[in-house]
């Protein structure tokens, strides 16, 4: 399995691009910012996305892809993610005020997209990946997802904080070859990233070396620019440095029979 981290930033700025992880060409977990560096071949080529949750740093860019594949040979793009955010992209996105119904056009017969609702405790499977759904505690109501096919299992937290749920139902999984999970926000920000659901290095670490065998590869994803630099130094501080990778904008990791878990990156490039 490829998987193509297009933007894994918590913010933009150069160089930076937010959640969009692009899985074997087809499948597309999150439409944040790195959607737009995908050539209009590629966008066309994706079949399905689905969605963590309704954060403009998440689905912005659905928006926008939408808008691309209008008027090319492009299937209906099918979107998955749970009824609490299709409420929001229909109420707030695609409800002909901040941008058209694409739903409904070119004609509602074949559209440009289909939304389709996500049960929390229902996998789904999209071609030959199977999603599982996973618990995540944040500002709304958002999930994680297991990626699987018949040859690995990765697993993405989504934008979450501590969720003890979170770590009960990655232990389900017999074998899992690596987990991106978040970190927002610096320690500092501790009480806030908790109100809000993020995680912090204190509590990150806490949680990593309590829940998930340390044999399992994690990277880091969606550090706030501003903070990139601080929260690098406070992981390194609280985290053995083979345990800390980062998933940087426009990595490729491959997973699966014959692959080993990238090199780790020891040198951050935050601009
Ligand atoms: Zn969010
Ligand atoms: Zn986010």
Redesign the pocket.
């Known amino acids: 399995m490829e998987l193509r981290a297009l933007g894994a930033s ?2 933009i700025s150069a160089g930076m691009r ?2 969009a992880l692009l899985i074997d060409d087809t499948l597309l977990i ?1 439409a ?1 910012s790195g959607v737009g560096d995908l050539s209009l071949n590629a966008l066309c080529a994706i079949t399905d996305v689905v969605l ?2 309704a ?4 689905v912005g860019f659905l928006a926008l892809m939408a808008d691309a594949r209008i008027g090319t040979v492009a299937p209906t793009l099918r979107v998955h993610a749970l009824p609490e955010t299709i409420q929001v992209l229909r109420e707030h996105l695609f409800n002909d005020a901040l941008w058209p119904d694409f739903t409904a056009l070119p004609s509602p017969t074949a559209p440009v997209l289909s939304l389709h609702p996500v049960a929390r405790t229902e996998g789904l499977t999209l071609g030959t990946h199977h999603i599982t759904p996973l618990p995540a505690q ?1 500002a709304i109501p958002a999930m994680g997802v297991a990626i699987s096919t018949a040859e690995t299992c990765v697993a993405f937290s ?2 979450t904080g501590p969720c003890p749920e979170l770590w009960t139902a990655l232990q389900q999984f017999e074998h899992l070859d690596g987990l991106i999970i ?1 970190c ?1 926000l610096p320690d500092r920000l501790e009480r806030l990233a908790v109100q809000i659901g ?1 995680y912090t290095p204190r509590l990150l670490a806490k949680d990593l070396r309590q829940h998930l065998a340390p044999e399992i590869p994690v990277w880091i994803s ?1 550090l706030k620019p501003s903070e990139a630099q601080q929260i690098a130094f406070e992981l390194a501080e609280v985290l053995p440095t083979e345990r800390i990778r980062y998933l940087r904008c426009g990595e490729k990791l491959h997973f699966g029979r014959g692959c080993t878990p990238h090199a780790h990156i020891s040198e951050l490039d935050f601009q």
Request: aromatic fraction near 0%; charge should be negative; glycine fraction near 16%.
């Open positions: 918590g913010s937010t959640t999150d944040g963590t949750h954060h403009l740093d998440h944040h989504g934008d978040e927002a993020h969606h």
